[in-house]
């Protein structure tokens, strides 16, 4: 395979046609997946990514590492990540980008929030370059006007949720939380309010096993409660079976995040949100319509 200059990076448009190729490639990170267990002994992650070039519908990026930990661990869908010698590659006339744990690189840094040029993640092969702050800064002057081309028939509010359906879900993470060795709720909420539902039960059973007011083994801090908003229900969401052992804590609090294909259930009398092997994270712009609206609704019935 023909290696390319450590210099040279591609435009993502250009990318794709240099399959079997190494290639260089810097762009914001719109989608990810959650981490998992390949059929082998190896993790595997997948995020999509984007720039001017090529920002719909974006490249794939698979990566496969012996440990959670050297996977790329993106700190918000938005961020940046500046590869070097991924292999492009095609399936089912797709074509992706793919990291090869002997060769390749990576580096994470922050989007539009970040202000300087200090990657928060690197792999072990990787060298910065001076040349990294110009693609850095391009790409985040990019971001500030960057819309998604989102039909809103493509994604539900909280008012909208059913059971056990897969469902496109854009909420604000209001508060994340280890409740247990690896056992993390993320608190969302979109201004909306989730459907009542009936609670079957009997007066016996309640007696000896009443359900509970919360699903959290201890409530949450006054001071934190306190920050929740006072209208429009407020979603716990919790790793599904099949992603138990991996952590949620390289989420942001105060972020929008379009959850795709997220599940959910009412459990214990109360809705709650369940994070599946199958479930992205997709970034959702601060200046989203939605996002705006949602916001001056929620001031509106604060005044």
Not at 20 to 30: F, P, Y
Not at 220 to 226: E, G, K, Q, T, W
Not at 258 to 286: D, S
Request: proline letters at 5%; glycine letters at 6%.
């Amino acid at each position: 395979m023909e290696e390319r200059d450590d210099y040279k990076f591609l435009k993502l448009r250009d990318a794709i046609s240099c399959l079997n190729q190494r290639v260089n490639l810097v762009g914001v990170v719109l989608e990810l997946g959650l981490p998992k267990k390949s059929k082998g002994t190896d993790f595997f992650i997948s995020l999509k990514i984007a720039d001017e070039s090529y920002s719909d519908p974006g490249i794939s990026v698979n990566f496969f590492a012996e440990s959670v930990e050297k996977l790329p661990v993106v700190a918000s869908p938005g961020d940046i990540i500046l590869l070097s010698h991924v292999v492009m590659k095609t399936h089912e006339r797709e074509v992706y980008a793919f990291f090869n744990k002997k060769f390749s690189s990576f580096a994470l840094y922050e989007g539009l929030s970040g202000g300087d040029f200090v990657p928060y993640q690197v792999s072990a092969r990787f060298r910065t370059r001076e040349l990294d702050k110009k693609f850095i800064a391009d790409l985040r002057k990019w971001l500030t006007g960057f819309q998604l081309n989102t039909d809103p028939n493509d994604f539900q509010f909280l008012r909208e949720i059913k059971e056990g359906q897969r469902l496109s879900l854009i909420c604000k993470i209001l508060h994340i939380c280890e409740v247990a060795e690896k056992e993390w709720i993320i608190y969302v909420w979109d201004g909306t309010d989730a459907p009542s539902k009936k609670i079957q039960t009997k007066m016996t059973d309640e007696m000896d096993n009443p359900l509970p007011l919360q699903l959290e083994k201890e409530p949450l801090p006054r001071d934190v409660l306190c920050t929740f908003p006072s209208a429009g229900s407020v979603l716990m969401v919790v790793l599904g079976e099949g992603n138990k052992n991996l952590g949620l804590g390289f989420l942001k609090t105060g972020i929008w995040l379009n959850f795709l294909n997220i599940i959910c259930e009412v459990h214990a009398g109360l809705w709650r949100g369940v994070l599946m092997p199958f479930t992205k994270l997709r970034y959702v712009p601060r200046e989203f319509r939605y996002v705006l609206g949602c916001q001056r609704s929620t001031q509106q019935m604060a005044i």
